[in-house]
């Protein structure tokens, strides 16, 4: 299986870039971290009390726990994709007499094969982000002037099993599908999209989506001196409502698309009808689609209005130099996060476009030009964004209440509606051109021979 593994790697090196990239910033973000708590607990007392704030620790705790569940979320989505580029071939595999068991470690092994192959180049940028961040902090008076990261190989290595964890752990959800059902009807489904939600899976995310909203309810509920506390139980809330939002995607992007639907219809009769069709008859893929953009919005989104809030509410208590502080570290977290958010986007709107050659090339074999296809394509790359962007926005705005309410007494936070502008324009910039680009590239080609090919 070894051998499968690497030669399936080597034949669709593309298939697996957005899961190296997605590795790479997990391995990079957690020995950043990693990095920084081994500084402040190599140190001495009296050196750590050197300088005023929350203390490495701190820092490194709150960064490194969300950028853990959003680095399981991004590698989870990458590794879904990665496996469905090369679904057919894990069927065929099934029929000529593989397990299970033979199919999840063949899966595994492209796992830890892509995870070490990025793990130098991660420990790298790793180590080298820790330093100039240490030397901002210390610049910004959050931490003594005697702290050093360490030599210790410690962080490094506690990334490369974090990783390891995480990617085998998002293996097991990953590879369920193919590796459960049966030989002939995992070659079936290859081809096909899975009807309906399964219970389990609703069920699931509905108890996701309550643990968010209790995330959300502890952030509203703290005391006003616990700002710091209560942005973390917020920010940590939207990143939980936006998973149970992945779980229980195709049910509501289903109902979703089925109210936006219309004005692209009534907007471009003939394409519009097109896409609307495709996005409600696929709403696994859509959903697969949605969540990411939803991901993005909904943490730039939280940051964003989070630290307006904070920043507003500091102004009228005469506290504006904790609250430049706070300022300051909620923007470095946003900035991570956005690259998680931006990678798992570009990656699966190009994954998700890149496997529908071959219903490109039905519609064109039936008469549908490149043009047609493209104008097609163009409205789902629209409706995708608006979904996302409803999504995202919801959950920014139940998350930013909660963290307002708790900091200002309000539910009703500061809006930054500049920079909610750019979210949005930025979520477009990456969704339609990363579609329609892929697209483009995808309608090339003799249809005949796509469609005899059956691959992506």
């Known amino acids: ?47 750590r009390k050197a300088a005023a704030g929350p203390g490495l620790k701190v820092i490194a705790g709150a960064f490194g726990e969300i950028a853990v569940l959003v680095a399981f979320f991004v590698v989870v989505n990458a590794l879904g994709f990665a496996l469905r580029r090369q679904h057919r071939e894990l069927a065929l595999l099934r029929t000529v007499a593989a397990t299970p068991r033979q199919a999840r470690r063949l899966v595994r092994g492209q796992v830890v094969a892509t995870t070490l192959l990025v793990t130098a180049p991660g420990w790298l940028a790793g180590a080298v982000a820790a330093r100039r961040l240490l030397a901002e902090l ?3 008076g959050m931490a003594a002037p005697g702290l050093r990261v360490p030599g210790t190989p410690v962080p490094m290595l506690v990334a490369l099993a974090v990783a390891l964890a995480v ?36 069920l699931a995310g509905a108890g996701v989506l309550a643990g968010g909203a209790l995330l959300l309810r502890l952030s509203a509920t703290r005391p006003a001196e616990q700002a710091d506390k209560a942005g973390q139980a ?36 003939g394409a519009g009808w097109l896409a609307d069709a495709n996005l409600r008859g696929y709403a696994r893929r859509l959903s697969s689609a949605v969540v990411p953009v939803a991901l993005l919005v909904g943490l730039s989104g939280t940051m ?43 990656n699966t709107l190009v994954a998700a476009t890149v496997e529908r050659r071959r219903e490109f090339a039905l519609l064109r074999l039936v008469g549908a030009t490149r043009s047609q296809l493209m104008r097609m394509l163009t409205a789902e790359a629209v409706l995708t964004t608006a979904l996302g962007v409803v999504l995202g926005a919801a959950v920014a705005g139940a998350a930013s209440a909660a963290f307002s309410a708790s900091v ?29 680009g892929t697209g483009l590239r995808a309608v090339r080609g003799p249809a005949a021979e796509l469609v005899s090919d059956g691959r992506d």
């Open 1 to 47: 299986m070894t051998s499968i593994a690497l030669g399936q790697m080597r034949r669709r090196p593309a298939a697996f870039a957005g899961l190296a990239v997605a590795f790479f910033l997990a391995i990079a973000t957690m020995t950043l971290f990693g990095s920084l708590f081994a500084a402040d607990a190599t140190a001495s007392t009296a050196t």
């Open 138 to 140: 210390q610049r910004r």
């Open 167 to 202: 990617g085998l752990a998002a293996t097991a959800v990953a590879a369920r599908r193919i590796s459960r059902i049966a030989p002939a009807a995992a070659l079936t489904a290859s081809s096909t999209e899975q009807g309906r939600t399964g219970v389990p899976r609703l």
């Open 234 to 269: 917020a920010l940590l809330g939207s990143l939980v409502l936006l998973i149970g939002i992945a779980l229980t995607g195709p049910l509501a992007v289903r109902l979703l698309a089925a109210a936006l639907g219309g004005p692209v219809r009534a907007l471009a009769p």
């Open 304 to 346: 964003s209005i989070m630290t307006s809030t904070a920043g507003h509410a500091a102004s009228t208590t005469a506290t504006s130099a904790t609250s430049d502080t706070d300022v300051w570290l909620r923007q470095a977290e946003l900035t991570m996060l956005v690259c998680f958010a931006a990678v798992s986007t570009v």
């Open 408 to 436: 200002t007494g309000s539910a009703v936070p500061s809006v930054p509606v500049d920079a909610c502008c750019w979210i949005v324009a930025g979520a477009a910039a990456l969704t339609v051109p990363g579609i329609l």
